[in-house]
């Protein structure tokens, strides 16, 4: 099958199934930083360290020290469950690694991607408990992150937002996301992503990366110290990352600039405002299938900068190896290509109005705009080339506020918020002609925005407002017993504006053009916590969820979006369209000692209306709409231990194995798909990771592991992955003070240790129900990366 009819045919939707709440309240959460142990609050300071603000108790003593902590917090004492991911855990990776990449050690979650740092976006996916990254919540300090797809429309993804250098550290819910987090995706968890503030001290870092592919990463971040007895402090921060695709030609290439400033204020209060600028420009790898897998090979790759072979082959010249697969014309192109800039910006006032009342409120704003492109072989040029570009420039433009007030009385603690944000999405399709051959070569697609356009099919302009009011209580019934209870509202208003389109250049239709609402009242949450031992505690969660309707261009097939369809169809099927839903349902226990932290949880997950892009209607002329499909029930487990023998020895293992089935069959134009029973594509059944880190005089050494089982590709599964066991090992050491440079610090990773060829990501294109589609991408061989940093 060919990408351009795969595009037509293939059946998008997010993978998702169940999963369980793991959150802490927003009265635990509100300063966006540290928990204590026993939930309270309390003000990371410039180091990362705790400092109990007026409201604040003893932390319990059983809480695990940091020092080579692998995982540091399984949500001790949490209504919830949720593991956080700390500063020590992100310094193991090599600088410029995506945070979500780290968080695929955790139980339940499943991260990959095509290159080693995790940062080549079209190929960044995230699983967690089988919901897709479009199903959960993302948020930097409280600011909404949207849904991290690759052609987002309410958001950015986390490498862009924010330098990984300067993350302090991850919040992890792997079931539902907590009440209070600003998100219209988050059925199925979330991920609150927290950055360093500016240290107390003057002074600076320099970091610099070299390793495999010519990588090539400079990174520098000057902090003014207390600029006064109040404490006012600032800090700005430089990243250029450079490196070539580990196959084929090409190279990504980013960045970026982050600025911070802080205010202490009375009573622990503050005021920070906070500047993010990125600019990236990568290029794709190819998307294989297990045809192009078992007849090329794992380094299958575009063309470029051979712009003759691209040339001959839309002509129907293949080189020999290409002509061996059974679609030649799609098993490679010239180049496929991504170009953003984005700009993320706001200002949060933390107000401790007294001991028992706080007051936060976080206003922002993000612009994006960029374009992706494809040489197609599809669409020829009007000069008689057979190849053209097609360009789209997906835009946002999106800002609001979030607000909340904190109230503790006695033995409740009561918190209630809104959220408003107005957004606008705007995206476009572009045909561009290229050079006859002999004429010159297509160059670079990333240098600019192509000019020499010839036609332009569609392009649209969304305006969406969302709206968030929540209201909770935790109250402590009894020393060791805590129950927190809330709901949230939440209306989502999206529609578009079809500003062109040539039905001609549509397959003679027109563009869908119309508004929908995501709407519920009340989604509920209970939890609850009892501590009945020294060190061991139950929790259960119960929560409903919503994810509002997805948006993206016509037939885009991104997401399983409503817009995707034409006129015709929107019509008929947008008055019957229910926004997805979920109900979750977990337990667990926990066991906290200074040697000693363990989880083991069980969740359940039922959710309903599933929309899915599907065909139906006469085979010779279906109509393709997204559908209300039925559901998903999910039932799984993970167990977690961490052993601390030794001073400066941590061990980590988890296993974890989910069985997510599909409700229904599905009618399509072809029949009835036999879907019912079968287990969803994208995300194994079973997962193993494991992790060793030990620290012993100035040396700081970890190996980790990570196992996943067969992954299907398609809704029957007939066709599937095989499983695999990567691991990797990294090493530093602390030369301490040299001459002015003080913490001189070398460190060298190796990735992928055995060099294993294995399928990384999967439904990066969506997932057919039989076949072998071209659906996944290969993850990278052996990599070794050194890293030389020093402060002054």
Request: glycine residues 10%; hydrophobic residues 35%.
């Amino acid at each position: 099958m060919t990408k351009a009819l795969l595009f037509a045919t293939t059946i998008m939707v997010p993978t998702l199934i169940g999963a369980s709440a793991q959150q802490a309240t927003a009265a635990e959460r509100r300063n966006g930083s540290a928990v204590s142990a026993d939930r309270t609050p309390v003000r990371r300071g410039a180091a990362g360290h705790a400092a109990a603000r007026p409201v604040a108790r003893q932390a319990d003593a059983a809480r695990p020290a940091a020092g080579s902590e692998t995982i540091l917090v399984y949500g001790q004492g949490s209504t919830r469950q949720m593991t956080s991911v700390t500063r020590t855990m992100l310094a193991e990776t090599v600088p410029g690694t995506s945070p979500m990449k780290v968080l695929n050690r955790l139980p339940g979650v499943m991260y990959q991607s095509a290159d080693p740092f995790g940062a080549y976006e079209y190929s960044s996916s995230l699983y967690m408990r089988g919901f897709s990254q479009s199903q959960l919540g993302f948020t930097l300090d409280d600011v909404p992150l949207g849904d991290q797809q690759f052609n987002n429309y309410n958001g950015l993804s986390i490498t862009r937002a924010i330098s990984t250098d300067n993350v302090s550290g991850v919040d992890v819910s792997q079931g539902a996301g907590a009440i209070d987090v600003a998100s219209t995706s988050n059925l199925g968890g979330a991920m609150q992503f927290h950055s360093r503030d500016p240290s107390h001290q003057r002074g600076g870092t320099v970091e610099q990366t070299f390793g495999s592919n010519s990588t090539f990463r400079t990174f520098v971040r000057l902090d003014s110290g207390d600029l006064n007895a109040t404490g006012t402090r600032f800090y700005v921060s430089y990243a250029r990352t450079s490196l070539n695709l580990w196959k084929g030609g090409g190279y990504n290439y980013s960045d970026q600039a982050n600025a911070k400033f802080v205010q202490p204020l009375a009573r622990g209060s503050s005021l920070k405002a906070f500047f993010d600028w990125s600019s990236i420009q990568q290029f794709d790898y190819q998307d294989m299938s297990l045809d192009y897998l078992h007849t090329v090979g794992s380094h299958l790759s575009n063309y470029y900068p051979d712009y003759t072979a691209a040339y001959e082959a839309a002509q129907g010249k293949f080189r020999p190896q290409i002509a061996k697969t059974g679609d030649p014309l799609d098993a490679a192109y010239y180049a496929g290509t991504a170009n953003r800039q984005d700009f993320l910006g706001g200002v949060t006032l933390d107000e401790n109005l007294n001991e028992h009342l706080n007051w936060k409120t976080t206003l922002y704003g993000h612009g994006d705009n960029g374009y992706s492109t494809w040489t197609t072989p599809y669409t020829p040029s009007p000069n008689g080339s057979p190849l053209s570009v097609r360009t789209q420039n997906p835009g946002i433009l999106r800002g609001g506020a979030l607000s909340a007030l904190t109230h503790r009385y006695g033995a409740n603690t009561f918190n209630m918020g809104v959220w408003y944000e107005f957004g606008q999405f705007t995206e476009g399709r572009y045909f561009s002609s290229t050079p006859l051959l002999g004429q010159g070569t297509l160059g670079n697609p990333t240098d600019h925005f192509p000019t020499d356009i010839f036609s332009n099919p569609w392009a649209e302009k969304w305006q969406t407002s969302t709206f968030q009011f929540h209201v909770q209580d935790t109250y402590r019934i009894t020393p060791d017993l805590k129950v927190n209870a809330g709901f949230r509202s939440m209306v989502v208003r999206s529609g578009n504006q079809v500003i062109n389109q040539v039905p001609a250049l549509n397959g003679g239709n027109e563009v869908a053009q119309g508004r929908l609402t995501a709407s519920n009242a009340f989604l509920p949450q209970v939890s609850a916590n009892w501590r009945f031992l020294p060190h061991q505690e139950l929790f259960f969660d119960v929560s409903h969820n919503m994810r509002a309707f997805p948006e993206d261009g016509y037939g885009t097939n991104v997401s399983a979006t409503p817009w995707t369809a034409n006129q015709k169809a929107f019509t008929a099927t947008a008055r019957t369209l229910k926004p997805e839903t979920d109900w979750v349902y977990e337990g667990g226990y926990r066991y906290t000692t200074p040697l000693v932290s363990g989880l083991l949880s069980a969740y359940r997950m039922n959710f309903s209306n599933r929309l899915q892009l599907v065909s139906t209607g006469p085979i010779v002329a279906p109509t393709t709409a997204v559908q209300n499909v039925g559901g998903v029930t999910t039932n799984g487990v993970e167990g977690s231990v961490t052993l601390r023998p030794l001073n400066g020895l941590s061990i980590y293992n988890s296993i974890s194995y989910a069985h997510s089935t599909y409700d229904q069959n599905v009618q399509t134009s072809s029949g009835l798909e036999p879907t019912k029973g079968k287990l969803i594509p994208n995300y194994p059944a079973l997962m193993y990771k494991g992790s060793i880190a030990y620290e012993w005089r100035d040396w700081t050494m970890h190996i980790d592991g990570n196992y996943l089982s067969h992954r299907y590709i398609t809704y029957t599964n007939d066709a599937k992955v095989p499983g695999y066991f990567l691991a990797n090992v990294g090493a530093r050491y602390r030369f301490g003070k040299l001459s002015v440079l003080k913490n001189v610090t070398a460190s060298f990773n190796i990735y992928n240790l055995f060099n294993k060829t294995y399928v990384a990501t999967t439904g990066e294109l969506g997932n057919s129900f039989t076949g072998s589609p071209q659906t996944f991408l290969m993850g990278a061989p052996r990599q070794f990366f050194g890293t030389i940093s020093a402060d002054f």
